[in-house]
């Protein structure tokens, strides 16, 4: 808690170009999120050093990535919107928490096997304490609350298990977390092979939707989009996970639940659904599109954004800091 509300943590990483599975997996619940809770929102540049980056474009995607936080509807006067790596406790606290996670845990994380088979050439120690550093992230700001895709679960597990841990040797200085998985879009798959989820680290461009694609393209992916030969718009996990995959965003966009949608379109081709299916999710990301548009006009109110946010986090990271320094017995400083 902080004040009278619970505290909500989330972040998303500035790395390659953001899909409508990010969008509508995390940012579109953080904004329905945001009036109920504390909320801290990170754009987690650290994380991303964990694959080679180019320094620029790196430091150019954060803050376009923290721009799309504010341009999704986010406030940033009421929402803390800021980057890991100006708050330090992100790093101090990670390196606590390593001493308190199992190299056991770690090799069973799916994420850190499949990225380590994708970057093969380059498999750090930052990549497999990765976990740990998202659980820093998230203990840092005693978060009742993360809402994360499927895709973060097991992370979002560990993360409780090293609270537990620590708590069961130390009292109650960790708030244990509660995952939050939206109802739709919990997982967007590849338009390309649906039993793979939309990433942005594909290789085929047709195979996800960027948040930053025009309308023309937008279109034009979901026209190529992979279905079946059934021609019926069911929901039909096993014989049509496309078309699934289809309806999950669509409602996603629109608010119509799947018994609707499958209602609306029947008796229609699969080409009049996949022509609904773009609009709605053009009309969702035209709003977006135009606002960091404004945003990028903007620089000095960004800049004060990312000034007083970072000192907003910083100040609350502090109060946990302390006391987990404290807690294992590193030596009060003397002021
Ligand atoms: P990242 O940057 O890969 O993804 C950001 C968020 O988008 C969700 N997501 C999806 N949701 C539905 N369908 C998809 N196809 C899809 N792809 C991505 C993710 O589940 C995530 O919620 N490790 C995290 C970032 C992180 C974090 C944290 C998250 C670092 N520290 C603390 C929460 C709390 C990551 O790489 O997410």
Not at 236 to 247: K, S, T, V
């Amino acid at each position: 808690m902080l004040g009278d509300k619970k505290v909500l943590f989330s972040g998303m990483q500035a790395t390659g170009n953001l899909t409508l599975g990010n969008y509508l997996g995390a940012l579109k619940n953080w904004v329905t999120l945001s009036d109920e809770y504390e909320c801290f929102y990170s754009v987690v540049d650290m994380h991303s050093i964990t694959v080679r980056q180019d320094p620029a474009e790196l430091r150019n995607r954060a803050r376009r990535l923290l721009m799309l936080y504010i341009a999704a509807g986010l406030d940033p006067e009421k929402n803390c919107i800021y980057f890991q790596s100006h708050v330090s406790g992100h790093a101090e606290l990670a390196w606590i928490l390593n001493c308190y996670t199992y190299m056991g845990e770690l090799s069973r994380m799916t994420q850190f096997k499949d990225k380590s088979a994708k970057h093969a050439d380059n498999i750090n120690a930052g990549l497999f304490t990765y976990p740990v550093l998202m659980a820093a992230d998230i203990l840092l700001y005693q978060a009742d609350v993360v809402p994360v895709g499927i895709d973060q679960m097991q992370h979002l597990e560990l993360t409780r298990d090293i609270a537990q841990r620590f708590n069961s040797i130390y009292g109650d200085v960790f708030t244990v977390p509660e995952p939050y998985i939206g109802k739709v879009g919990a997982k967007i798959m590849s338009l390309q092979d649906p039993s793979k989820k939309m990433s942005k680290s594909d290789e085929n461009p047709n195979a996800s939707i960027y948040l930053m694609d025009d309308p023309d393209t937008i279109m034009r992916k979901f026209k190529r989009a992979v279905t079946d030969s059934e021609g019926a718009v069911r929901y039909d996990e096993e014989r049509q996970p496309g078309i699934c995959n289809l309806i999950d965003i669509y409602c996603a966009c629109t608010g119509h639940t799947a018994d609707e949608t499958v209602a609306e379109f029947e008796g229609k081709g699969y080409g009049d659904f996949k022509t609904a299916v773009g609009e709605s999710v053009v009309s969702v990301l035209r709003p977006l599109h135009s606002k960091m548009e404004d945003l990028a006009k903007n620089k000095d109110y960004i800049d004060r954004v990312i000034k007083d946010n970072a000192e907003k986090a910083q100040y609350a990271a502090g109060k946990t800091l302390r006391k987990v320094q404290k807690k294992v017995g590193f030596p009060e400083k003397i002021r």
